[in-house]
């Protein structure tokens, strides 16, 4: 029974290479046995070539006339995929923060004003106003820095 494979993954990608160039040129073009192919090519394994071996399979497709670079083009999708995430929540918070900003700037501005001589009713309750707004925008970027620290938290060099 053929085993349904994700449409972005390195097993559909080794499937692509092997169903042009058999699985036992790919295991020569790669220096192993048609059974680690065969494990490559399963979407319930974790095995995956070398980048060596990866490049070596890719050309060997290419000579055969596939079209394309399998195991490169399913890396530049996986890792386009990841980098538009982890830019999203960097655009998200960059902007979050922009609107603390303006919101604490509007909200020191009206601080001041009620707190002068004289300051009108209608001047202290501005502050306020001007106060929740940046209490407001400034928990909205802390929620926005604990998704982005979450997302990073799990990757190599993240932090927690």
Known sequence: MTKAR???????????????IGYDVAAKVADRSERTVYQWADPDTDT???????VALDTAYAEAGGEGSPILDTYAQIFDRVFADASADRNALAQSAALASLE????????????????????????????????????????????LAAGRGSQPGGSK
């Open 6 to 20: 994700p449409p972005v993954s390195f097993a559909q990608a080794i499937a692509r290479i092997a169903g042009r």
């Open 48 to 54: 995956t070539p070398t980048l060596a071996q990866a």
């Open 104 to 147: 604490g700037g509007q909200f020191v501005a009206a601080l001041i004003a009620a707190a002068m001589p004289g300051a009108t009713p209608a001047q202290i309750a501005r502050a306020e106003a001007e106060g929740e707004e940046a209490v407001n925008a400034f928990k909205n970027s802390m929620r926005q820095l604990s998704r």
